[in-house]
């Protein structure tokens, strides 16, 4: 038996991964940036034993479908399977430090510290952009997750996906002063998955190809805002962004409206950008971003908005091979 451990950040787009080029491989339309998160991680042990006829996954203590295995997991066991030229199955043990029902995703990060876990089992010394390609194949947004910091995910334009990988561009230390503030104010399971509802804003969506040349234009300026420490900035663009992509997913038909009155009441409270910079993915519950000193007052607020709980995330530094 070869067995690997891992932990990995969760991620939170700031600019977002919303409709593929590629679904075998999920290689995206557009370059997408991210922040790793210091209070969402994802442990994950993988043992390959030659007993098992096929892969095993249960995700704190609850074992996923077949199918759920087929398209996520397996995609990555397939690939390292193939590297190691080890035709073993594996079982998967992943744990969150959040509670599940919060209806934050855990995906990215579990992906991330499977390909993490599954590398060191089998042996494979690889550099993080090679595990990045890897972890990409079982959700496009795990591959963000190999690294700490601030992280571009390159969409590449090569059919076989070797360009289409990530890198840390700044590190978690880079930008002490700013906080990700994420309140619970539902734990109502997301309706439509980002996988079926990107599917259909590329194929119905006509401000699509609007949104690329949006995202191909202003990417250098959020890259900036961050180089510069630019809060005023870095709010104005997180807003700008995940605004933009829910315009998307609402032109989409049928439509997806993933915000709900409670979402809609935090794009009111700091939509000016002026003390925070909110940023939502698909599901009602934001990430606001801020800057320490204005953290009590913006939680403040946010619990008069009606969270239940406001979860206080640092920056990560990334991932932990090991026990
Ligand atoms: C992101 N999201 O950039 C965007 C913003 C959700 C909204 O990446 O099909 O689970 O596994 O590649 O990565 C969620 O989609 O989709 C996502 P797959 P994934 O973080």
């Avoid at 399977?81 to 919060?102: L, M, Q, T």
């Avoid at 997750?145 to 978690?172: K, L, P």
């Avoid at 079926?196 to 995202?215: A, D, H, I, P």
């Avoid at 961050?226 to 900035?233: C, E, H, L, Q, S």
Wanted: with cysteine; charged share 25%; glycine share 6%.
């Amino acid at each position: 038996m070869l067995e690997g451990e891992a932990e990995a950040p969760s991620n939170i787009a700031i600019v977002k991964y919303w409709g593929k080029r590629n679904s075998a491989l999920n290689l995206p339309l557009n370059d997408s940036l991210s922040i790793s998160l210091e209070a969402l991680k994802v442990r994950s042990k993988v043992v390959f034993d030659p007993e098992l006829s096929k892969d095993k996954v249960r995700v704190n203590g609850v074992k996923l479908s077949d199918e759920e295995v087929k398209s996520y997991a397996s995609r990555v066991l397939d690939r390292m399977r193939e590297i190691s030229g080890k035709s073993i199955y594996a079982v998967v043990d992943s744990w969150s430090n959040f509670p599940s029902s919060a209806g934050l995703a855990s995906s990215a990060a579990g992906i991330a510290a499977l390909t993490l876990a599954s590398s060191d089992a089998l042996g494979l010394k690889m550099d993080p952009k090679e595990l990045s390609k890897i972890a990409r194949l079982g959700s496009g947004s795990a591959c963000r997750s190999v690294y700490g910091g601030f992280v571009i995910w390159h969409s590449g334009a090569r059919d076989d996906g070797e360009d289409s990988f990530c890198e840390q561009i700044f590190t978690h230390d880079h930008w002490r002063d700013l906080v990700d503030l994420i309140p619970i104010f539902t734990d109502e399971k997301k309706r439509i998955s980002s996988r079926k509802g990107m599917s259909v804003s590329v194929e119905t969506s006509n401000l699509m190809k609007c949104r690329l040349e949006f995202v191909r234009e202003t990417l250098p300026s959020v890259l900036d805002s961050i180089r510069n420490r630019d809060a005023k900035k870095f709010f104005e663009m997180t807003i700008r962004h995940s605004n933009s992509m829910h315009a998307i997913m609402m032109d989409s038909f049928p439509p997806l409206i993933y915000l709900n009155a409670m979402s809609l009441k935090v794009i009111d409270s700091f939509g000016d950008g002026k003390i925070a910079g909110y940023t939502f993915d698909a599901g009602p519950n934001p990430h606001v971003f801020t800057l320490r000193k204005d953290a009590e007052s913006v939680e403040k607020t946010l619990i008069e908005l009606g969270a239940t709980k406001v979860i206080k995330s640092d920056i990560s530094a990334g991932p932990r091979v090991g026990k």
